[in-house]
């Protein structure tokens, strides 16, 4: 078994590895490009495993923790840690990611190698965003993301490539600067990059943010988050990204692209700005809410399959937003839990929906119908999926959507009531879209000859409906471990007396100004953006 203390750095830096040897290859054999990928992928799923037994069930704080010097002046340092949350988001990852190479096993003809590559760099970047405790180094890793997904996007997507992956670098891009001026600002107040060390300083009084210099601080951070979600109304790269691009690059886009957005809030937003995260707490459930409900009324006019799926990505992701800003135990786990069974059900949509698009090259719901009768294992497969995105008891769905309901309710009634509209309406435009794909009388003749599920995608399609079934069965495995890093972030960004909800009559948030809820003594003056003070 592989050392505890290098555990980590190995599961960011083997797929750079084996990128590596891909672009040492020589000759142009592709199966040996592809099988090579393969057992990369593989192997670093296998790696993440060992994340369970490594980190201990129920502890808190950051574990398997590496340290060790990079530059000097200023303080940048190698700082990795895991957590509950962050654990899960690894695993879901490198799950994804073989998933995505089998997937691609035969769609993917043009530059196979650099597809291949760009994969597995790729995944360098999302799992070291998930592992970084270290501010610069956490923003090193989110832009080197950027690279290979804009990459897979333009060289190997469908007509519009190369309109999607500008809109989709233009946007990251804005949201990555206003994300490093706040790096910067912290470094400046607080001479260091170190998340634990800043977060230890505002826990000791030791940094004392102004309410008005704190809320400018979580904005420039919130909205890089919020772009990536993305939350309503910054969410209109996404359609354009995920129609565009081929089928590995919209699982790991879906799977885990999108929830690097709402790990970031939870991260970074709520510990390091509590009392901004309160007041701002009402304006970003609104716009959650507005997020679920606008993107499952879009999601059920359209006409093009794949693009169904991705605005219903923005209505469940707005699901997990709301669980994160209700400061509840459960409704955190539940958005936990809801980002990591999104990466499952909506990866399978997307897997099912890159398959049809194989056999017949459209996504117009207009040129299906009657597929359950050429492919009824296909149909099967899409079927099971589609109840688990819409939350059907006994698969993972429902899990993540129950808890996040649950936790909001308790602390605000009339958020979990708007929202509970999405789950409804979730049904709807899935159901809909199933009964126009599938089922009917043929109308295209082209139809009657496609082939079913090869014995290749059924085993990706199996593998993803064990893992919903499991997810949906066996919570509990998953709970307990994400518990306790939950009540963390609740303890971190909970003030010292009992926060007063809002009216029960009042669904917006009120423009007058919230006072700061934190009445624990401070032992320095506030620092505010005239007058910069190094604690």
């Not at 599961?11 to 054999?29: K, M, S």
């Not at 790096?183 to 001479?191: E, K, Q």
């Not at 970031?264 to 679920?292: Q, Y």
Request: glycine fraction near 8%; hydrophobic fraction near 55%.
């Amino acid at each position: 078994m592989l050392p505890g203390g290098h555990l980590l750095s190995v599961l960011i830096f083997f797929p750079a590895v084996g990128a590596l040897a891909l672009l040492l290859l020589r000759g142009d054999d592709h199966k040996y490009i592809r099988y090579l990928s393969l057992i990369v992928s593989v192997a670093e799923f296998i790696f993440s495993l060992f994340l369970l037994f490594k980190a201990p069930v129920g502890a808190s704080g950051y574990q398997l923790e590496e340290f060790a010097k990079w530059i000097n002046q200023p303080p940048i340092n190698y700082h990795l840690g895991v957590d509950g949350i962050s654990m899960f988001l690894v695993i879901l990852t490198t799950f994804l990611t073989p998933i995505s190479i089998l997937a691609s096993w035969k769609s993917v003809e043009l530059r196979v190698k650099e597809f291949f590559i760009m994969l597995l760099m790729l995944e360098v970047g999302v799992v070291g965003v998930f592992l970084s405790l270290d501010l610069f180094l956490f923003f090193l890793f989110w832009e080197v993301m950027l690279i290979p997904m804009a990459l897979l996007i333009g060289i190997w997507g469908h007509e519009r490539r190369v309109y999607a992956a500008v809109k989709f670098v233009l946007y990251t891009m804005a949201g990555s600067i206003l994300m490093l001026v706040g790096i910067i600002w912290l470094y400046n107040a607080t001479g260091t990059f170190d998340l634990p060390t800043i977060q230890q300083m505002l826990a000791n009084g030791v940094l004392v943010l102004a309410p008005r210099t704190e809320m400018i601080l979580f904005l420039a951070f919130f909205l890089a988050f919020a772009i990536k979600v993305p939350l309503f109304p910054l969410h209109t790269w996404l359609p354009d990204a995920h129609v565009e691009a081929p089928t590995a690059g919209s699982v790991m886009l879906a799977g885990v692209l999108l929830k690097m957005g709402t790990y970031g809030m939870i991260r970074f937003c709520l510990p390091l700005f509590p009392d901004a995260s309160r007041r701002a707490a009402g304006w970003v459930a609104a716009l959650a809410i507005i997020g679920i409900i606008y993107g499952a009324l879009v999601a059920m006019v359209q006409p093009n399959l794949k693009k169904l799926v991705a605005y219903s990505s923005v209505s469940h992701l707005g699901f997990v937003v709301l669980g994160i800003f209700a400061f509840h135990n459960i409704s955190m786990q539940g958005a936990v839990y809801q980002m990591l069974a999104h990466g499952i059900s909506t990866g399978a949509l997307f897997l099912v929906v890159g398959m049809l698009h194989d056999r017949r090259h459209t996504f117009e719901i207009s040129e299906y119908g009657g597929l359950a009768t050429p492919m009824p294992k296909l149909a099967a497969f899409f079927l099971f999926a589609a109840l688990s995105s819409l939350g059907l008891p006994m698969l993972n769905g429902f899990v993540g959507e129950y808890l996040i309901l649950l936790g909001t309710y308790q602390h605000h009634w009339q958020w979990a009531s708007w929202a509970a509209l999405g789950v409804i309406l979730s049904a709807c435009y899935l159901l809909w879209s199933y009964q126009r794909v599938f089922f009917g009388e043929i109308t295209k003749e082209k139809n009657r000859t496609l082939p079913d599920a090869s014995v290749r995608e059924k085993w990706i399609l199996a593998t993803m409906a064990v893992v919903t079934l499991w997810m949906g069965i066996g919570s509990t495995y998953i709970t307990r471990r994400t518990a306790a890093a939950a009540q963390t972030v609740i303890d971190q960004v909970e003030p010292q007396r009992p926060y007063e909800a809002s009216a029960p009559s009042q669904i917006m948030p009120s423009l007058a100004p919230m006072q700061p809820t934190h009445t624990a003594p401070r032992a320095a003056k506030p620092i505010s953006f005239e007058r910069l003070e190094t604690r």
